[in-house]
């Protein structure tokens, strides 16, 4: 297993690009004192963090997650493509009160994202802000009993070997019941739109005042080529 980074990624990922955080704010719609407490380690991003710099970035999630680079032949679009984590595999985030370890970050533009979770929050106060993202997600308990929170339900209560499938654009908060430890695996689909090409770097000043002068040349017309006819000396 190997602790995920991702602060170190994002900054990497700005200075390779030449972007400000106020600038990667304003494409991911996350506040710029938090991307600085991310890139500081000051704080793990939540999954639903990472949905949102991966996809205003259009960057892949995994690229936020692994450090090594992606084995030859893992785009989406490779036939028999496979990943296998072995029982000490995984990209750790450490939480407050949670544990996610993401599996096969060695894959790019997978359909689902999965994690082996460890949940520590004995109530809500504990667990914070309800988490909300794009698609879908499918938990299922191994070890002890969570109780799922949702703006919609009342509280469901789930022993292991027991499973839910539920809309994640819905919030949702995971409770562990009991006194003993609280594990389950979660698969969250990705949603498409983050399978764009990378964004690409923004356009130096030099570019920018190239940008803003063609167009405003492709406004000018020609003349009818009657008007020209017309203008000609006899």
């Excluded at 190997?2 to 602060?7: Q, W």
């Excluded at 562990?176 to 979660?186: F, T, V």
Aim: proline share 7%.
């Amino acid at each position: 297993m190997s602790t995920a980074r991702p602060g170190i990624a994002l900054k990497r990922l700005r200075a390779s690009n030449q972007w400000t955080l106020a600038e990667v704010s304003k494409r991911t719609g996350i506040p710029a004192s938090t991307l600085s407490r991310i890139e500081n380690d000051l704080i793990s991003p939540t999954y639903d963090l990472l949905i949102r710099l991966s996809s205003g970035l259009s960057i892949d999630l995994s690229q936020l997650l692994s450090a090594a680079d992606p084995a030859p032949g893992t785009g989406a679009d490779q036939p028999g493509r496979r990943s296998v984590s072995r029982q000490n595999d995984g990209d750790i985030v450490q939480m407050p009160f949670h544990t996610l370890k993401y599996l096969s970050t060695d894959l790019l533009n997978k359909q689902m994202t999965p994690i082996m979770s460890e949940y520590r929050a004995r109530s809500l106060a504990e667990f914070g802000e309800f988490m909300r993202h794009s698609g879908e997600e499918f938990l299922f308990v191994l070890e002890g009993e969570v109780e799922l929170h949702t703006e919609c339900y009342a509280p469901l209560r789930l022993k292991a070997g027991e499973a839910v499938y539920f809309d994640s654009r819905m919030g949702h908060a995971y409770i562990a019941h009991g006194e003993g430890p609280c594990r389950a695996l979660s698969i969250c689909t990705v949603p498409r739109h983050e399978h764009e090409p990378r964004a690409r770097p923004l356009p130096q000043e030099g570019e920018v005042a190239a940008t803003r002068i063609q167009p405003a040349m492709a406004r000018v017309k020609r003349p009818h080529a009657a008007a020209r006819k017309a203008r000609r000396p006899a």
